[in-house]
């Protein structure tokens, strides 16, 4: 299993954020099947503020070009990216074209 650690912002703006938590209640069907389709086993998204964290373990082999690229021949996988980017923007760290950051492990705790 891999880990990665992504990072996102919210627009600031309380009632798109409270529609955004909401629609994370329960996300569509397709998406779910689709995540686990191509080898996302586990994945959480936490808030602070604006800034959205993801934790995403994946499977050994997991690409994530090959899933960007599985996502964009889904028509289900593009309404949702397209609904989801009403609320978010990108930090102001992340390179034109992208949408979630990686994020760079600085410390992890000794056995």
Not at 5 to 29: G, S, T
Request: hydrophobic share 40%; charged share 25%; with cysteine.
């Amino acid at each position: 299993m891999n880990r990665q650690c992504l990072a996102l912002d919210l627009k600031d703006d309380p009632v798109l954020m409270a529609e955004y938590e909401r629609l994370h209640q329960q996300i569509w069907p397709q998406i779910s099947a689709h995540l686990r389709q191509h080898g996302v086993l586990d994945m959480q998204i936490w808030r602070l503020g604006t800034r959205l964290f993801m934790v995403m373990d994946t499977a050994p082999g997991f690409s994530t070009e090959a899933f960007a690229r599985a996502g964009a021949s889904e028509p289900k996988v593009q309404e949702w990216e397209a609904l989801m980017w009403r609320f978010q923007q990108p930090t102001p760290w992340t390179k034109p074209g992208e949408k979630w950051a990686p994020m760079k492990r600085i410390f992890s705790l000794p056995p």
